[in-house]
């Protein structure tokens, strides 16, 4: 199975900031990963796609990069409703995992 | 507009069975493939299984493999998940979330979650 790792597992940060949250997979995925946000009692919400794709709906300050094992996710400008948690996902091969989250709160 | 409502979920005592259910709407249910993923109080998000948009290629994590049959109805755009020998472990929020194609497992729909709760 491929593993997902996420650095870091919390960040704080102020509305403003710039921020970048990294996802490692043990393998190599091409670019078939995914970010989600997911606000506490809700449903994940799509972020990314491929990678780099920005999702229908998603606000323009959040981007990702990378292909392989290595990808990022950036919001640029943080705003108050960008405070949760954080979680990528390998849709490359089953099982198709997820990372363990990476939580940004309120510096 | 795409909705996903999940429901079946409740209280079971370890050992048992219990059958959730998720109605689709606003969008073509069989033309694309489905999964559950769940959250277990506190936890991250861990994917459970998924199927493609005609059932004929299933996938499943280790944790739930041969407790667990996912199934869809595409005559009535439902999706399911069987739980038998349900454990301790096995409570979360389990949510569906529809597939981005017909064999495409990433999500950009997801329902509300219903609760499972294992426990005596």
């Known amino acids: 199975d491929i593993q997902m790792t996420q650095s870091p597992s919390t960040l704080s940060a102020s509305v403003g900031d710039r921020v970048t949250i990294t996802c490692r997979a043990s393998?190599?995925?091409?670019?078939?990963l995914a970010w989600y946000q997911q606000k506490p009692g809700k449903a994940p919400k799509a972020l990314i796609n491929?990678?780099?794709f920005l999702e229908s709906g998603a606000p323009p300050r959040f981007s990702g990069s990378g292909s392989g094992t290595e990808f990022t996710l950036t919001i640029n400008s943080l705003q108050p409703d960008d405070f949760a948690t954080y979680y990528c996902?390998?849709?490359?091969?089953?099982?198709?995992?997820f990372g363990p989250g990476t939580t940004v709160d309120i510096k | 507009e795409v909705q996903l409502l999940d429901s079946g979920g409740g209280l079971v005592q370890p050992g048992g069975s219990l059958r959730l259910s998720c109605a689709a709407s606003?969008?073509?249910?069989?033309?694309?493939?489905m999964s559950w993923v769940r959250q277990a109080p506190g936890k991250g998000l861990e994917w459970v299984s998924g199927?493609?948009?005609?059932?004929?290629?299933?996938n499943y994590a280790d944790s739930v493999k041969g407790r667990f049959t996912i199934s869809r109805d595409n005559s009535k755009n439902t999706l399911y998940l069987q739980m038998n020998s349900l454990r301790a472990e096995d409570t979360a929020v389990y949510y569906c979330?529809?597939?981005?194609?017909?064999?495409?497992?990433?999500?950009?729909?997801w329902g509300q979650g219903t609760l499972v709760t294992v426990s005596s």
């Open positions: 979330a529809k597939g981005c194609d017909i064999s495409c497992y990433r999500s950009d729909y």
């Open positions: 606003g969008f073509t249910f069989s033309k694309y493939a």
């Open positions: 199927l493609n948009d005609n059932g004929g290629n299933i």
């Open positions: 393998q190599s995925l091409s670019q078939y």
């Open positions: 491929r990678a780099s």
């Open positions: 996902q390998q849709y490359y091969t089953s099982p198709f995992t």
